[in-house]
């Protein structure tokens, strides 16, 4: 299958053959308490390819919350998370990216969709700080794998949006893993969509605006007392 990569900084946006009609969104932020735009510009980016979506920031789960947890997306159905992970506010460099919860995870969990999906995407916090990468199997009767390219040995706290759209190969199922057999992480601000609610995706000129104009923004970490 021919691939082409564009990296506009610590951006990446990777476009599969128009067979497969499959978008990649990755951004990763070593130092997110100083800047998180690569990883903000890769999620609206993402997000400009959709419409009436849904994103789950685990807010209305109470912490300690275990799988298999049902979270309902509107017309495109729910999604059940199962496997390792709870419901918490973050510890050891995991952090919420919105409100105050996460899903943390040790990067080995399930989640099913009630629908066939096309578009999902999702920030990860402390990914590859014991050098490994999540991995993600796509299912929809055959697997397509994904690795999410982290930097190896990032340092501690590090932040990262990761997102697919592919209209041709909708799935019914995600699983994560890790290429180090285990790395704690920080899941939090998934988004669902079905085909129905794929707007298109931007041209590689269209992300490096959105690169410019999001290059200001600071994250802003949630510390616990």
Do not use: H
């Not at 704690?184 to 410019?212: C, H, K, N, R, W």
């Amino acid at each position: 299958m021919s691939k082409i990569t564009r990296i506009l900084g610590g951006i990446s946006l990777v476009c599969f053959s128009m067979a497969s009609q499959a978008t990649v969104f990755f951004g990763e932020d070593l130092s997110p308490g100083v800047s998180s735009a690569n990883s903000a510009t890769a999620n609206a980016s993402f997000l400009a390819g959709l419409s009436g979506v849904g994103t789950e920031d685990f807010e209305s789960f109470a912490v300690g919350t275990s799988g298999p947890l049902a979270v309902d997306f509107g017309i495109a159905g729910t999604a059940t998370l199962s496997g390792s992970g709870d419901i918490s506010t973050g510890v050891a460099g995991r952090f919420p990216t919105s409100g105050s919860k996460l899903w943390e995870t040790n990067s080995d969990f399930t989640i099913e969709f009630s629908e066939a999906v096309s578009a999902f995407g999702f920030y990860g916090t402390d990914i590859s700080d014991f050098a490994g990468q999540i991995t993600l199997d796509f299912i929809n009767g055959t697997t397509t794998s994904y690795i999410v390219d982290s930097t190896i040995g990032a340092p501690n706290g590090s932040l990262l949006f990761w997102g697919i759209i592919d209209t041709a190969n909708a799935f019914t199922s995600v699983t994560f893993d890790n290429t180090n057999g285990s790395d704690y992480f920080g899941f939090d601000d998934m988004t669902v969509g079905i085909a129905s609610q794929v707007v298109g995706v931007p041209e590689p000129g269209s992300l490096a605006l959105i690169g410019l104009g999001l290059a200001g923004l600071g994250f802003t970490r949630r510390k616990k007392a």
